[in-house]
Nanobody, 118 residues
């Protein structure tokens, strides 16, 4: 099983930036891709960005051009650089891992709160 610890959230004004980090430990050999999700109050959890072990990335349309996902395989850490933040980006952000079969883990970290004020 993989354990995940997210950090880097906070309160920022619209137009500002934040960088989130997620450190993975445990059964990291099973990780094929890592991703960032977010959940705003009253909304379902949504996938924001994914990065594979080889470095391929995908983004939700709502964050394309503003967010960048990256990873440091040596540190088993994934990052989410968020620029030009908008109030609608306010949510709890979670990272997760995907195995080679394409399944996301059922285990989640505690998440990190991002609040963007207008």
């Amino acid at each position: 099983q993989v354990q995940l610890v997210e950090s880097g959230g906070g309160l920022v004004q619209a137009g500002g930036s934040l960088r989130l980090s997620c450190a993975a430990s445990g059964s990291i050999y099973s990780i094929n891709a890592m991703g960032w999700f977010r959940q705003a109050p009253g909304n379902e959890r949504e996938l924001v960005a994914v990065i594979t072990r080889g470095g391929s990335t995908n983004y939700a349309d709502s964050v394309k051009g503003r967010f960048t996902i990256s990873r440091d395989n040596a540190k088993n850490t994934v990052y989410l650089q968020m620029n030009s933040l908008k109030p609608e980006d306010t949510a709890v952000y979670y990272c997760n891992t995907r195995n080679a079969r394409g399944s996301w883990s059922l285990s989640w970290g505690q998440g990190t709160q991002v609040t963007v004020s207008s």
